[in-house]
Nanobody
Framework: QVQLVESGGGLVQAGGSLRLSCAAS????????MGWFRQAPGKEREFVSS????????DYADSVKGRFTASRDNAKNTVHLQMNSLKPGDTAVYHC?????????????????????WGQGTQVTVSS
């Protein structure tokens, strides 16, 4: 079993920044991709970003391109999501997810079903 713990959420004014982190633990496993999804009240969960474990491939939703940056620290089994120029529309619970099934590093994974384990989420609230 893989455990994922997110941190870094909070309340910020529009235009501000937050840095989310997701630490993976729990046994021997290979992580091929880590992703971030978000879910706002009354809306479906949507893809935000993902990064391959070797860091050579990152993907972003159009709504966050140029504002969010994913990075990883393999030594700590941790990924980060730097969120800048935040907007009220970014308000949501942010979940990290990992894929432990083999996948090529270049293959984009945009769907929740592509991932195997999920964190509980961290709330991000952006005030106007």
């Amino acid at each position: 079993q893989v455990q994922l713990v997110e941190s870094g959420g909070g309340l910020v004014q529009a235009g501000g920044s937050l840095r989310l982190s997701c630490a993976a633990s729990g046994g021997t496993f290979s992580i091929y991709r880590m992703g971030w999804f978000r879910q706002a009240p009354g809306k479906e969960r949507e893809f935000v970003s993902s990064i391959s474990w070797n860091g050579d491939t990152t993907d972003y939703a159009d709504s966050v391109k140029g504002r969010f940056t994913a990075s990883r620290d393999n030594a700590k089994n941790t990924v980060h999501l730097q969120m800048n120029s935040l907007k009220p529309g970014d308000t949501a619970v942010y979940h990290c997810a990992v894929r432990v099934r083999f996948t090529s590093s270049w293959l984009p994974l945009f769907n929740a079903d592509d991932y195997d384990y999920w964190g509980q989420g961290t709330q991000v609230t952006v005030s106007s």
